[in-house]
Each structure stands twice: as structure tokens, then as C-alpha cells.
């Protein structure tokens, strides 16, 4: 995958089924783009809903949809960055099984693109401090990020 957001990654998730199921790995100690552990987490989304946007001064996310399918949109607001302005859109789930890493002050959010609530699984860098959150907040719509949540048709 070329033309990403500088510090983003997207590793190709392999999917083994056989006559029990199937065994998805997501991430692994010894994959090249792994730094440390912070948590595991789920989140869903109903079919159409956005969430979003929001970004993390510390944290990095790494992201992977096991049920449905999401539309995962990332800006990069950085001032000194080689990729400042850029957005990359992401379509992954169960028909494009992917792990996306999101880097520290990308903007991002998510949308359920399936007819199903789809399901995120997060694995981010850092445990959540429920005292003093790492997450930082604009409203999906409303905001200075150059992206519309709109379907595309056509």
C-alpha cells in the first residue's frame, strides 16, 4: 500500500479457515511494525453511524475489524509532517482483512459500511487513563478536516 499518511502502516491480515472455522492472527510480538502493549479493546458501530473524529498525543492505535465492514478515515494535521494535509481512506473487515497502525496525532475515525454492527478490535500502545485521557476530540461533521462522511455513489 503506497501514499500513506507518514507513520501509518497497513499489514495484510491472513486468514486460515478449515472445516472447524477459520483463525485470523491481528498482531504479534514479532511483527516488524509492533512497539509495546497497552490494552485490548472492542468497539462497534451500527450500520451508517460515524465515529469519529478524535486523535492521541501519546498512543498509537492499532486497528482491525473482525465483524462487518468499516470505512476508516485518517488525517494527518501535523505541521511538520512530509504528509501534512494528506487523508487516507480505508475500506477493511471481513471482505479486506487488514491491521492498520494509526501514529500519534493523526486524526481518525470510523464508519460502519456494513448491514451488520461491525466490530473493531483495538490493540493500542498505551492502557486508557481514566483520570487524564490521551483522546482528543472534533465533532464528526462540524469541524476543519477536509473529508465528508457521505456514501459515494456512483
Request: glycine letters at 6%; proline letters at 8%; charged letters at 25%.
Amino acid at each position: 500500500m503506497s501514499n500513506l499518511i507518514d507513520g501509518v502502516q497497513a499489514k495484510p491480515l491472513r486468514v486460515i479457515p478449515d472445516e472447524r472455522g477459520r483463525l485470523m492472527e491481528i498482531l504479534r510480538c514479532d511483527d516488524a511494525l509492533f512497539s509495546q502493549f497497552g490494552q485490548v479493546y472492542m468497539t462497534t458501530a451500527y450500520p451508517g453511524v460515524v465515529k469519529g473524529w478524535h486523535y492521541h498525543k501519546v498512543q498509537t492505535d492499532n486497528m482491525a475489524v473482525v465483524r462487518g465492514m468499516m470505512k476508516l478515515v485518517l488525517f494527518d494535521s501535523r505541521e511538520h509532517s512530509p504528509t501534512h494535509g494528506k487523508v487516507n481512506e480505508f475500506f477493511f473487515g471481513e471482505h479486506q482483512p487488514l491491521l492498520i497502525q494509526i501514529p500519534p496525532l493523526v486524526f481518525h475515525g470510523f464508519k460502519a459500511v456494513s448491514e451488520c454492527e461491525a466490530i473493531v478490535i483495538n490493540i493500542p500502545t498505551m492502557p486508557y487513563n481514566y483520570k487524564e485521557p490521551d483522546e482528543f476530540r472534533v465533532h464528526p461533521h462540524d469541524n476543519d478536516i477536509p473529508y465528508k462522511w457521505d456514501r459515494n455513489d456512483g
